[in-house]
């Protein structure tokens, strides 16, 4: 169901307050570079400090944005099951395609709390789900036996997988199947993780370059290889430069620095710092985005 690229949005604000228009303008502006979905309210979109009304806002504006034209994957996880399921949802209400959701983070569940935790959201909510594995964020793994537990569950569809093992990817691609779409969490990644039977990449890096990322994955599964490699290794400075701080700090400076958004980022993080911000001009010059 969802696969190829799906950008991680990043959230505008301005004054302190969602700025709807621009969340709204940089919708449009990746439908038209041809990207496949779109995911709002994940750590690129700030969800940790967005109020569950700002929260539930974004969801709505992004879906009206969209208007169809491409899926919307909104997300909604949480430590809480409870309120997962509230915001998994509220996402179905507004006219989502699906939800993603991270793997409880900091109360750190056993394997079996993590297929009951999903479990119960399918269950409440009878919507499709992808699973987030980030264990950098979450101090958990969804250990691929367990992630072919998750996909024997009808409404659990796929999942982003940030754990950087490829080994891991290898084993979860085998485990549950061609119909379960595994999806690059990291950039970088995403022709590795193609290479080994991934579906696509949920991206960061496509906020910034979209069609280039759109036209990576398209072509290797064209069987075009050697074109996909030859935008991997053209994007590598700008995956480099997006994470040289804690994400979106850069790709958000990023957006800034094309005109397209505020450079205004919540507490506890931070504006870019100036070396940094000077190195990301560089590569987006060189790529040609600014």
């Given at each position: 169901m969802?696969?190829?690229?799906?950008?991680?949005l990043?959230?505008?604000?301005?004054?302190?307050?969602?700025d709807e228009?621009?969340?709204?303008?940089?919708?449009e502006?990746?439908?038209?570079?041809?990207?496949?979905g779109?995911?709002?309210?994940?750590?690129?979109?700030?969800?940790?400090?967005?109020?569950?009304?700002?929260?539930?806002?974004?969801?709505?504006?992004?879906?009206?944005?969209?208007?169809?034209?491409?899926?919307?994957?909104?997300?909604?996880?949480?430590?809480?099951?409870?309120?997962a399921?509230?915001?998994t949802?509220?996402?179905?209400?507004?006219?989502?395609?699906?939800?993603?959701?991270?793997?409880?983070?900091?109360?750190?569940?056993?394997?079996?709390?993590?297929?009951a935790?999903?479990?119960?959201?399918a269950?409440?909510?009878?919507?499709?789900?992808?699973?987030?594995?980030?264990?950098g964020?979450?101090?958990?793994?969804?250990?691929?036996?367990?992630?072919?537990?998750?996909?024997?569950?009808?409404?659990?569809?796929?999942?982003?997988?940030?754990?950087?093992?490829?080994?891991?990817?290898?084993?979860?691609?085998?485990?549950?199947?061609?119909?379960f779409?595994?999806?690059?969490?990291?950039?970088?990644?995403?022709?590795?993780?193609l290479?080994?039977?991934?579906?696509?990449v949920?991206?960061?890096?496509?906020?910034?370059?979209?069609?280039?990322?759109?036209?990576?994955v398209?072509a290797?599964?064209a069987?075009d290889?050697?074109?996909s490699?030859?935008?991997?290794?053209?994007?590598?400075?700008l995956?480099?430069?997006?994470?040289?701080?804690?994400n979106?700090?850069p790709?958000?400076?990023?957006q800034?620095?094309?005109?397209?958004?505020?450079?205004?980022?919540?507490?506890p993080?931070?504006?870019l710092?100036?070396?940094?911000?000077?190195?990301l001009?560089?590569?987006?010059k060189e790529?040609?985005?600014?």
């Amino acid at each position: 169901m969802f696969q190829g690229v799906l950008t991680a949005l990043i959230t505008p604000f301005r004054d302190g307050a969602v700025d709807e228009r621009a969340l709204a303008d940089l919708v449009e502006l990746q439908i038209e570079a041809g990207v496949d979905g779109l995911v709002p309210c994940g750590s690129t979109g700030e969800s940790a400090t967005l109020s569950h009304a700002e929260h539930r806002r974004v969801v709505e504006v992004v879906v009206a944005a969209a208007r169809g034209r491409v899926s919307v994957v909104a997300g909604t996880g949480s430590n809480s099951t409870r309120e997962a399921i509230d915001l998994t949802r509220h996402a179905k209400e507004a006219g989502a395609d699906g939800a993603l959701l991270i793997s409880p983070y900091y109360n750190k569940p056993t394997q079996a709390g993590i297929v009951a935790h999903f479990a119960e959201i399918a269950r409440e909510t009878a919507f499709p789900l992808i699973v987030y594995n980030i264990p950098g964020r979450t101090a958990s793994n969804v250990l691929p036996e367990t992630m072919a537990q998750l996909a024997d569950i009808e409404q659990v569809v796929g999942v982003k997988e940030s754990s950087g093992d490829l080994g891991q990817v290898s084993h979860v691609v085998a485990l549950c199947g061609e119909d379960f779409p595994v999806l690059s969490g990291d950039d970088v990644l995403t022709l590795p993780i193609l290479s080994v039977g991934g579906a696509g990449v949920i991206s960061t890096s496509a906020n910034v370059a979209p069609s280039e990322m759109a036209e990576l994955v398209r072509a290797f599964r064209a069987g075009d290889q050697a074109r996909s490699l030859d935008l991997h290794q053209r994007l590598l400075p700008l995956f480099d430069a997006l994470f040289c701080e804690t994400n979106p700090i850069p790709v958000k400076a990023a957006q800034a620095l094309r005109g397209l958004v505020s450079d205004e980022i919540r507490l506890p993080l931070t504006r870019l710092q100036e070396p940094n911000r000077e190195r990301l001009r560089v590569v987006l010059k060189e790529l040609g985005t600014l």
